[in-house]
């Protein structure tokens, strides 16, 4: 998953490696890559969107927690919530 690129600059730029996005209380190891001002996630980003059953249409917002060890705190908004 692609990140918006304003946001991956500003946080993550220079970051390729395992950073942890957190949902609730429970924390998720993801591979992020960073490259010429994009970033994405990738490996174990798979497993957190089926542990939390998100899906097509479903909308993530990011907010970092903790720079040191790279923390992403997870707010999803459930596209099936407002049907």
């Known amino acids: 998953m692609y ?4 946001f991956a600059e500003k946080y993550l730029s220079g970051i390729s490696g395992f950073i ?12 992020c890559l960073y490259k010429a001002g994009r970033a994405k996630f990738s490996q174990g980003w798979y497993e957190f969107t089926v542990e939390n059953n998100l899906g097509e249409g479903d909308v993530c917002v990011f907010e970092l927690l903790r720079t040191r060890d790279f923390v992403l705190k997870v707010t999803a908004f459930r596209v099936n919530e407002f049907v």
Do not use: A, D, M, T
């Open 20 to 31: 942890k996005v957190q949902l609730g209380e429970k924390q998720w190891p993801v591979r």
């Open 3 to 6: 990140l918006p690129s304003g």
